[in-house]
């Protein structure tokens, strides 16, 4: 069983955001993404990370027409990859 210390305190987006997205260039599902980040999984924290990504579209959903499926996997989307050019 895989042992991993989660942040209990909120971490600000702006703080995660290059870790989540360098993850992402691979498809990740949403339980991957919050431990990689190491807060609980849950869905105020997706709500919190994942969806905001989405939503300003640094990520996307391989899963556009069923968008609750637990299946979903996360990429990078190119304003992600742009993003990460600029930051380097």
Do not use: W
Request: hydrophobic share 35%; aromatic share 8%.
């Amino acid at each position: 069983m895989k042992t991993m210390q989660l942040t209990t305190g909120i971490l600000a987006l702006e703080d995660v955001k290059k870790d989540v997205l360098e993850f992402c260039q691979e498809p990740h599902g949403r339980e991957d993404i919050l431990e990689h980040i190491q807060v609980l999984v849950n869905s105020e924290n997706y709500n919190r990370y994942v969806a905001s990504l989405v939503k300003q579209r640094f990520i996307k959903s391989d899963f556009m027409r069923n968008r609750n499926s637990a299946k979903q996997k996360y990429v990078i989307t190119q304003k992600g990859l742009n993003y990460l050019k600029a930051i380097d």
